[in-house]
């Protein structure tokens, strides 16, 4: 009896081996998993400006690798600023229609 106790001892799988690998397997992925979270906030606390005229990818990329990009980039921003000169033109002008109206003076 005590040589088949000892061959099933002998035999028995290595409980206390394997939690423990499992263990530190998933300790090594928590710290994986926290430290890419980290270089994330990182290089996005990096990469933001207080100027708010600045988009978040300029300065990173278009201005010496593609100049094409960058004339792109350039020409947008022009139309932005035409499109809200013209926008305030067309508020000022339909507020003056406003008033006109209200006081009669509009057929």
Do not use: H
Request: with cysteine; hydrophobic share 45%.
């Amino acid at each position: 009896m005590n040589k088949e106790l000892d061959t099933l001892m002998k035999n028995r799988p290595n409980i206390l081996g394997n939690s423990i690998g499992i263990l530190l397997i998933r300790i090594l992925a928590w710290v994986g998993a926290i430290l890419c979270f980290a270089a994330g906030i990182y290089f996005l606390t990096l990469s933001t400006t207080n100027d708010s005229d600045k988009s978040f990818f300029e300065g990173l990329y278009y201005k010496d690798s593609n100049p094409i990009f960058a004339e792109r980039v350039k020409a947008i921003k022009v139309k932005k600023t035409q499109a809200k000169e013209s926008l305030k033109k067309s508020e000022e002008l339909f507020s003056s229609l406003l008033q006109r109206a209200f006081k009669g003076e509009v057929l």
